[in-house]
């Protein structure tokens, strides 16, 4: 294949205006580049995240999906203040997740992300009601008088729809209960971003899609940032953005938007991505690389507006 001046300086001039667009990552509320993270066991070194790359904007409501041993649950305690990356750099709402010492890091956790987790037990105390529940983490922030915490924690179950469990203990409320509970805990100090680790994994679906409308009742009424772990692909396909994390790296993303044709009918469109990383580099989808049997090697053509991707046929 040949390529004319004129295309490749065509493809210069659209490179060098992608470059002058301002960066997302400047108004993105989480925001992690190159992030790493390597355990180390009995001398064995295990590297869970190997560069990953994300980009959260304010207000969104997005799913991480992935196979077990992805990455997604480590993610996941990176942003939530709970682990610390190894190299690379992460930061929520303006905090530098490498940067903070244990006493900014109790703040954050405080202050700034919310956290479901999939245990319904790990996420309530068992022995205060589901008010009290609510209240403990305002309480704990020390910023609020017992009415304003009180008005607080009614106002957050009455729109999760869990007002009727207010003087209930945990014991006495359904799986699904407990963790519309647990929601409003996580957001009873107005955090930033909400995060949920598998928050339907012990739910059946009908109960799933409950938990479900709270979270998304939660970002629409008060604007939270919300990131949700799924293996649920229900939940997974009802938000705008799905990111897929595959061997410690951001892989592909699928983006949701609703369209109107002519006749003024509307649909869902989804359409996927892949990811490009700083180095060129991209995860093309498993199941396409099978279907074309696809392995380690491609070829590549570039053409004035796309890059061809092909089988390598040398040795055909």
Request: net charge negative; aromatic share 4%; with cysteine.
């Amino acid at each position: 294949m040949t390529t004319t001046d004129t295309s490749l300086a065509e493809l210069e001039r659209r490179a060098t205006a992608r470059r002058d667009r301002p960066s997302y990552g400047h108004d993105a509320l989480i925001a992690c580049d190159r992030l790493v993270r390597i355990f180390t066991t009995d001398g064995v070194e295990v590297q869970a995240l190997q560069g990953l790359d994300l980009l959260v904007k304010e207000g969104e409501l997005m799913a991480l999906v992935g196979a077990s041993g992805s990455g997604k649950s480590t993610l996941m305690n990176i942003l939530a203040g709970l682990d610390v990356p190894t190299a690379g750099a992460a930061k929520v709402a303006g905090c530098d997740l490498l940067a903070m010492d244990a006493k900014a890091r109790l703040r954050y956790r405080r202050d700034v992300v919310g956290f479901v987790w999939q245990q319904t037990a790990r996420n309530l105390l068992p022995y205060l009601t589901a008010a009290q529940n609510v209240a403990l983490p305002m309480q704990l922030r020390g910023r609020s008088s017992r009415a304003k915490k009180a008005q607080r924690a009614e106002e957050l179950l009455t729109m999760l729809e869990v007002a009727d469990c207010r003087d209930r203990r945990p014991f006495q409320m359904s799986g699904g209960q407990q963790q519309r509970v647990a929601i409003a805990v996580a957001l009873a100090n107005s955090p930033s971003v909400l995060l949920a680790d598998e928050p339907t994994g012990e739910l059946d679906s009908a109960t799933g899609e409950q938990v479900f409308a709270a979270f998304r009742r939660a970002n629409e009424e008060l604007g939270t940032t919300i990131v949700i772990v799924t293996h649920d692909q229900t939940v997974a396909s009802e938000v705008r953005r799905t990111v897929a994390i595959r061997d410690g790296r951001t892989s592909s993303e699928v983006l949701r938007r609703t369209e109107v044709d002519e006749a003024g009918q509307e649909s869902l469109v989804a359409r996927e991505y892949a990811m490009l990383d700083r180095a060129g580099r991209l995860q093309l989808p498993a199941e396409y690389t099978e279907a074309l049997r696809m392995e380690h090697r491609v070829m590549l053509e570039l053409e004035q507006d796309h890059i061809g991707v092909w089988p390598d046929d040398a040795e055909r």
